[in-house]
């Protein structure tokens, strides 16, 4: 329960709604590259 509790107040913290904004924001830049990749392997 503890546990949950800092999980909670870590996503309230604005550095990791900062980084989570970051981390979105790259992983659409790294996304569709990787998923061509994906298409031409699988093909």
């Known amino acids: 329960l503890r ?3 800092q999980y909670f ?3 309230d913290n604005p550095i990791f709604l900062h ?5 979105i924001s790259l992983m659409k830049i790294v996304s ?3 998923e061509m990749g994906i298409k031409c392997c699988s093909c």
Request: charged share 5%.
């Open 3 to 5: 546990s949950l509790v």
């Open 19 to 23: 980084f989570r904004s970051i981390l």
């Open 9 to 11: 107040l870590v996503l």
């Open 32 to 34: 569709p590259p990787l």
